[in-house]
């Protein structure tokens, strides 16, 4: 009794899994299939409709549409505006020796930018060379030290070494 109590929830839940599979996939694509279903009914009534009878104007093209278009220059735009309407009346080499003009300042604004950036970094090259020969310095000191102190050891040693000789030629045993 007690394994068929134990066999009926993961049943029940099974179920109830598959229910809510069905639900949640009729959910999201019934309105789809509804429309299409819908969309489909219409065709088949609709086909012994006579066809429409359009009386659309001939296709034209751009230019005739816009003419000024063609030369590129549109009289009225901008006339509201005085700043518009002064670039809109300038030439073309105006406007290219303004473009040009604007070009070099940039230019020159990135030059400058450049040339302090560089001289920013030769200020901190040479702030880290001193450093660096500060170091350099300090690092002769000491090995220069540590060489004199090695000879020193190797000096006590020997004159150690001496002393516990002739300490063991007069008797002395060690310890």
């Known amino acids: ?17 598959v229910i809510f599979a069905v639900v949640s996939a009729l959910f999201v694509s019934g309105p789809a299939l509804f429309f299409k279903f819908k969309k489909g009914l219409k065709w088949k009534g609709a086909s012994g409709c006579a066809p429409c009878v359009c009386h659309c104007a001939p296709a034209q093209s751009l230019f005739q549409i816009v003419p000024g278009l063609a030369n590129l220059t549109i009289t009225d735009c901008g006339k509201d505006d005085p700043d518009l309407k002064e670039e809109m009346e300038k030439h073309v080499v105006d406007l290219l020796s303004e473009e040009l003009k604007l070009q070099e ?16 970094a030769k200020r901190l090259a040479s702030q880290y060379q001193g450093e660096a020969d500060k170091c350099i310095i300090a690092t002769q000191t000491c090995e220069g030290a540590r060489e004199r102190a090695e000879a020193l050891i190797t000096k006590e040693k020997k004159i150690t070494s001496m002393w516990e000789q002739r300490a063991l030629q007069l008797g002395w045993e060690g310890e």
């Open 105 to 120: 300042t940039i230019g020159e604004e990135h030059s400058q930018h450049m040339n302090i950036t560089l001289g920013e």
């Open 1 to 17: 009794m007690r394994t068929e109590m134990n066999r009926r929830p993961p049943t029940y839940f099974r179920c109830c899994l």
